[in-house]
């Protein structure tokens, strides 16, 4: 729970300080889409081998190194004296958190082998996260009146609690099987050229020789890594896991959730402090409420799933999660602070409604010895989904036809992916009270 604390924390805590970082260490908005960025790709590109690692050599030391390389690169962002160095640090948080994630989740799955225990104790975890989305813009926005690098050195304390905890942990299962290397350097070229691309699309133009080269890499990257899983002995992300209904669904209900739930942060934080000038805590506090409501009802998902079916939870947690998008898209430039908070829970809500069940729904519909990697599969495409929501906002934000268009074009292209997650999410199958699919 403590490590999804603060890998939650560093993705939504540095929206809230772009503006001081901007300020004090130079850059426009595509240096600025580099420090969320460098920190959503790393975490992505990694976290696919991070799952499989997590089975390899034990969920408890995989934690352990994550934790550990997160904890000095917070300490390295503090310290940047430069954008480029911030964004470096940034990349390395990333490696670090993608390591932490996966294991994360295999250690709740070692240790619960009840269906049902087990979709609780995900909703305890889930619980680091929210109390980080929950207290993120406030304490981003109060650190951040001292100074930004605050932001980071908070990761110190709670880092080095959790490795204590961690060394009171039984020690994991582990599988020696050999790294897929292949895998993992055209995974990681096929998310950086996709990321590269779009970031770089909104300075320099799609036509731009380096964006189309970006793209172009991409594409051959993509061919080289699913052909390499298909034929490969040891593929990281073995694709026959996709035979399963249930994770090709949790793919794209996690990538959707995610552009929704960081892009509009992203686009938000911008629009409150450089077009409304809001300071960076009274833009904290715009988010509260929406990070509230995730807060309040995290603790109740379980049981909410229990009763009401899982399906049903994230059918509807997505569902207002369009409205909510939609809603912010078509609100004019006028409408009060106030009001944009309370249309923003809508978003929020969504958060204990669909990524905890359908976190559940994942852990038991893969064997014990795959958590890892279905883990970071699912996580995988959760980062991606952010990674591209910040690079595609971003260019969006710096068209030619101005913020507000890109603004609005922004949160009604999240409108619609989440909308399309709602409805794959009918392919999933209705649970029994026993957390198991019913037949």
Not at 91 to 98: I, K, L, N
């Amino acid at each position: 729970m403590l490590g999804f604390f603060v890998i939650t924390l560093d993705a939504v805590v540095v929206n809230v300080a772009l503006p001081s970082i901007r300020r004090d260490l130079g850059g426009g908005i595509t240096g600025l889409q580099w420090v969320v960025d460098g920190y959503t790709l790393m975490f992505a590109a990694l976290l696919l081998s991070s799952g499989a690692l997590s089975d390899r050599v034990g969920a408890r030391r995989a934690f352990a190194a994550g934790v550990t390389v997160f904890v000095v690169a917070s300490a390295a962002c503090g310290l940047a004296p430069n954008l480029g160095a911030l964004v470096v640090a940034r990349f390395v948080q990333g490696g670090g958190a993608a390591v932490m994630m996966p294991s994360s989740m295999a250690l709740i799955s070692q240790a619960y082998a009840d269906p049902v225990r087990r979709a609780r104790a995900v909703a305890v975890w889930a619980m680091g996260g929210s109390a980080a989305s929950s207290a993120g813009p406030v304490v981003g926005g109060l650190l951040t009146l001292a100074s930004w690098r605050w932001i980071f050195f908070i990761n110190l304390p709670v880092g080095a609690v959790a490795l204590i905890l961690l060394a009171r942990t039984a020690r994991s299962p582990h599988r020696t099987v050999p790294f897929d290397w292949v895998g993992q350097v055209t995974a990681t070229l096929a998310m950086g050229g996709l990321t590269y691309g779009a970031i770089e699309a909104g300075a320099a133009g799609f036509a731009a020789p380096r964006v189309v080269t970006a793209f172009a890499v991409a594409v051959v990257a993509l061919i080289a890594f699913l052909a390499a899983q298909a034929r490969g002995a040891h593929p990281m992300v073995p694709l026959d896991l996709f035979r399963s209904r249930t994770v090709t669904v949790a793919v794209a209900v996690g990538f959707a959730f995610i552009v929704g739930y960081y892009g509009l942060p992203f686009v938000m934080s911008l629009y409150l402090q450089q077009l409304r000038g809001l300071s960076s805590l009274a833009t904290g506090a715009a988010f509260l409420p929406m990070m509230l409501i995730g807060a309040a009802l995290t603790p109740f998902s379980a049981r909410l799933a229990e009763r009401l079916g899982a399906r049903a939870l994230i059918i509807a947690g997505l569902v207002a999660m369009t409205a909510g998008l939609v809603i912010l898209g078509v609100a004019p430039a006028s409408t009060p602070v106030s009001a944009l908070a309370v249309l923003m829970v809508l978003v929020g809500v969504a958060g204990p409604l669909v990524m905890p069940p359908m976190t559940a729904m994942l852990l038991n519909g893969v064997p014990g010895h795959r958590a890892g990697t279905a883990s970071g599969v699912f996580n995988t495409s959760r980062q991606v989904g952010g990674a591209l929501a910040v690079a595609v906002f971003g260019a969006l934000l710096a068209q030619p036809a101005g913020f507000m268009a890109g603004l609005r074009t922004s949160l009604l292209l999240a409108a619609g992916v989440a909308l399309a997650a709602a409805a794959s999410s009918l392919l999933l199958k209705p649970s029994s009270p026993d957390g198991q699919p019913t037949h």
